[in-house]
């Protein structure tokens, strides 16, 4: 099995008051040791929580620029995240692909040059729900996973990281079988078109409203290696129950 490994996206969330009570209830939470634990807060708090969390918990960026940093306005570079303590960035989340419009190269680049600076990438992929409806989940997600793979020159540093964009936000959960087999699949492509052991080796994380009441179900499944938490990992004792139902 795995090292399970949740991770906490707070997304465009908090302000300096109820980001420090947040960490203050992280640091008081009691979390299993055998799991990697993650929070992502928005760059300009990022900072902030370093200074104040738990070395427990690693902190993960929810973005990066494609490559280095210079003339580009706006923007975030890895080596600037690096630089305040983030070992991951989440890239390709499906709000940042549906909502601002990054396409499947621009993340892949993106993934390559996180890597190339050693940070961690939470590599996100999912389908709409008219794909789903469409039988079209398992070519969506393939086609995104195939970006990333076409990317990196290696998967070491790489959580996959499924997200539904149905199940994103709306409280309409997968269920953990429908999530099982999506992750099986994910798997079996990684076998198929990168190498058995990057598929047995890579962790493979669920989101899409993960909560405090479903995420044990969804744990017990053999594929599910850990989650990525929006709207619960806003709740320190929430977040730590879901972190907890490693199995
Ligand atoms: P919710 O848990 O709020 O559905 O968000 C999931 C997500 O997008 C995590 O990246």
């Not at 600037?80 to 909502?99: A, M, P």
């Amino acid at each position: 099995n795995n090292k399970f490994f949740v991770g906490g996206n707070w997304k465009c969330n908090g302000t300096k008051d109820s980001i420090t009570k947040l960490v203050s209830d992280l640091n008081n939470a009691k979390l299993e040791a055998d799991v990697d634990v993650v929070v992502s807060p928005p760059f300009v708090y990022i900072d902030q929580v370093k200074n104040l969390l738990t070395d427990r918990i690693e902190i993960s960026a929810q973005n990066s620029w494609v490559g280095k940093g210079g003339a580009f306005t706006g923007e975030i570079s890895v080596e600037q995240l690096k630089d305040i303590g983030c070992k991951w960035v989440i890239l390709g989340h499906s709000e940042r692909r549906h909502v601002i419009g990054e396409d499947d190269q621009f993340i892949g680049k993106k993934a390559a040059y996180a890597l190339s600076e050693s940070v961690g990438v939470i590599a996100c992929i999912g389908e709409k729900l008219e794909e789903r409806e469409a039988g079209k989940t398992f070519d969506v997600c393939f086609k995104q996973l195939k970006a990333f793979a076409d990317a990196v020159p290696s998967w070491e540093n790489i959580v996959v990281a499924y997200e539904p964009v149905w199940a994103i936000g709306t409280g309409k959960v997968a269920t953990p079988l429908q999530a099982q087999e999506v992750h099986a699949a994910v798997r079996d492509w990684l076998k198929t078109n990168v190498s058995a052991d990057v598929a047995s080796a890579t962790r493979i994380i669920y989101g899409g409203s993960v909560n405090g009441g479903n995420c044990a179900e969804l744990a017990k499944q053999e594929d599910i290696d850990g989650f990525l938490v929006g709207g619960a990992s806003l709740k320190g004792p929430e977040f730590a129950t879901i972190v907890n139902s490693v199995t």
